[in-house]
């Protein structure tokens, strides 16, 4: 920690250098950016050097479609605008760890938009969560006209976020965290612990971690056609959620085939049968996997370039993922970790701290960039 604390301090010191000198400070910031996400609400070198961030709630209005969110705006002017989204998470865009997230961002100078998603606060990610981000990237382009545009997801809203960035061409980059790719591939990662290292590689075995299979049922519960399944399986996922131990025979012996189907998926743990399990469950989930599939989709017309960070410790999305999205995308920066756990952006080992602050870097000269670009 002294080490890092260390590193930071000369990083501050070289931005000031650097930025006199008429220089590139985006590696010195990125040192800073990192000592702040590091340090969450308390005090960093970055709080010191930049004024608080406004935040302030608005609304927009596209094609009579009717939105809302946050905007962060940076005490300096900004260079580049960016759509955070929020994850699958109660509290949503008022997530204390996205709020602390977008603070930082606006104080690297970013004009961050969160916007308020209905679907994410109910912890149900879908491919129609597109529709608001690119209604975000419009007011950001239309009504802000800044430079340059982005878009930041982390876990499975990284796939509507892409999908965004292909519905809005003017979309520069997209930074995801955590992401997937294929589903059927985390699907048979989180139900029977086992991922491929690449097409045609054999099968790795780990312990995935359970979390992520009971937000798979909540999130597509309601898909369900029978209400009491529906309700059951809501149920379950809650249990679970709450108390992974927890035991819930007493609502799956009520389930009706729909809902034994889903569950069927769950519990088995033969990856080969994974597509026929997927294959015989309800009409309206099978729809959502699809449309949260990135595999099947031609993203040759992806213009955005990809930032994706991944550790190679992630026991809900195996970081294969993020590796086959890079060999697919046109243009991808690909940085596996050891220790993010899931999304957890904060410096750890040396190696990863170097790792994230290289990304970091890429990231604010990508901002850089885009501010010479344009007007």
């Not at 069927?264 to 399990?277: E, F, H, M, Y």
Request: aromatic fraction near 6%; charged fraction near 25%; charge should be neutral.
């Amino acid at each position: 920690m002294k080490r890092l604390f260390l590193f930071l301090l000369l990083m501050a010191a070289l931005a000031g250098l650097a930025a006199a000198a008429g220089c590139s400070t985006a590696p010195m910031e990125a040192g800073l950016v990192l000592g702040d996400l590091s340090a969450g609400n308390g005090p960093s070198m970055l709080k010191r050097l930049t004024g608080r961030p406004q935040r302030e709630g608005i609304s927009w209005t596209v094609d009579g479609r009717k939105n809302s969110g946050d905007l962060y705006l940076p005490a300096e002017k900004a260079k580049v605008g960016l759509v955070l989204v929020p994850g699958a998470a109660k509290d949503g865009k008022d997530d204390a760890r996205l709020v602390a997230l977008a603070q930082t961002l606006a104080r690297a100078r970013f004009l961050v938009l969160v916007p308020d998603i209905a679907g994410m606060r109910a912890q149900e990610v879908s491919s129609a969560d597109r529709q608001p981000i690119a209604d975000a990237i419009h007011f950001l382009d239309t009504e802000r006209r800044v430079p340059g545009l982005g878009i930041a997801a982390i876990s499975y809203a990284d796939v509507p976020a892409i999908l965004a960035a292909l519905d809005q061409p003017k979309v520069d980059f997209v930074l995801s965290v955590g992401g997937l790719y294929d589903l059927t591939a985390v699907i048979t990662f989180f139900t029977t612990g086992n991922y491929r290292d690449g097409p045609g590689q054999p099968w790795t075995q780990a312990i995935p971690n359970a979390y992520g299979k009971w937000v798979f049922v909540k999130a597509n519960a309601r898909r369900l056609d029978d209400s009491g399944d529906r309700a059951l399986l809501s149920a379950i996922a809650e249990r679970k959620l709450a108390d992974l131990t927890a035991p819930v025979d007493d609502l799956t012996a009520k389930l009706a085939p729909q809902g034994k189907s889903v569950m069927a998926l769950l519990n088995n743990d033969d990856p080969a049968k994974v597509p026929d399990l997927i294959a015989a469950l309800p009409p309206r989930i099978k729809a959502e996997i699809a449309g949260m599939d990135l595999a099947p989709r031609d993203l040759s017309q992806l213009k955005a370039k990809l930032f994706l960070i991944h550790g190679r410790d992630d026991r809900i999305i195996p970081w294969t993922e993020s590796a086959a999205l890079a060999r697919m995308a046109p243009r991808a920066d690909l940085t596996l970790l050891d220790n993010l756990a899931h999304a957890d952006l904060k410096p750890g080992n040396a190696a990863d701290s170097y790792a994230l602050w290289r990304v970091v870097s890429h990231l604010l000269a990508e901002r850089d960039q885009l501010t010479d670009r344009r007007p």
